[in-house]
C-alpha cells in the first residue's frame, strides 16, 4: 500500500514527490531527507507541500553534483601523478612513472617514493591535485554551472514558499 500524505481536505500519494534516482543512491536516504525537511518546514496544504518537495530534490541535487566535483577530480589523480613524475624523473622513463602513479594508490613503498619525489622539488600531495584540478577544469566549470542554476531554482521556490505562506497569514 501507497503511504498517503493527509492534509486538511486533499490526500496526494508519497509517490507523487518521489525523486528518480541515480542506481548508486538510496531510496531511503533521500526518503529520509525529504520527510526530515518536510517536519521542518510543516508544509500546510498541496502547493507547501510541493514547494518542500521541490527544495529537497534541488538540495539533493546539489549534493550530487558536489560529491561528483570531488569525484571528477580523484579520477583524474592518477594520470595527473604520472604526468608529474614524467616531468620529475625523466620523459623516458614514462612506463615507470605510469606503474608508481598507479601503485601510489595501494602500496606504501610507492606512496613513500612520490613523497620524496616531490619533496626533491619542494612539492607535496596537494600539487598532485592542482595538477589533477587543472586537467579536469572544463568539467569542474560546467559542473559549477550546474549547482549554480541549481541553488537558483532551490532559492526560488524557498521564495515562492515563503510568498505563499505570507499571503496564508497575511
Not at 534516482?21 to 498541496?46: A, K, Y
Not at 580523484?74 to 616531468?87: C, Y
Not at 591535485?129 to 586537467?135: G, H, K
Amino acid at each position: 500500500m501507497i503511504e498517503r500524505y493527509v492534509r486538511k481536505q486533499h490526500i496526494a500519494d508519497a509517490s507523487f514527490f518521489d525523486m528518480p534516482l541515480l542506481l548508486t543512491e538510496e531510496r531511503g536516504d533521500f526518503v529520509s531527507f525529504r520527510d526530515q525537511l518536510t517536519r521542518e518546514i510543516n508544509p500546510r496544504g498541496i502547493l507547501e507541500e510541493i514547494f518542500a518537495a521541490e527544495l529537497a530534490a534541488h538540495t539533493w541535487e546539489i549534493c550530487r553534483l558536489q560529491r561528483c566535483r570531488t569525484l571528477v577530480i580523484n579520477m583524474a589523480l592518477e594520470n595527473a601523478l604520472a604526468q608529474l613524475l614524467i616531468r620529475i624523473v625523466d620523459p623516458d622513463d614514462s612506463t615507470d612513472c605510469i606503474v608508481l602513479a598507479r601503485n601510489w594508490f595501494s602500496e606504501p613503498e610507492a606512496k613513500s617514493e612520490v613523497a620524496e619525489l616531490l619533496s626533491d622539488i619542494q612539492l607535496d600531495e596537494a600539487a598532485i591535485v592542482a595538477q589533477a584540478t587543472r586537467a579536469v577544469y572544463n568539467d569542474l566549470r560546467q559542473l559549477d554551472r550546474m549547482i549554480s542554476l541549481q541553488q537558483s531554482l532551490r532559492a526560488f521556490s524557498v521564495a515562492l514558499s515563503n510568498t505563499a505562506r505570507a499571503s496564508r497569514f497575511g
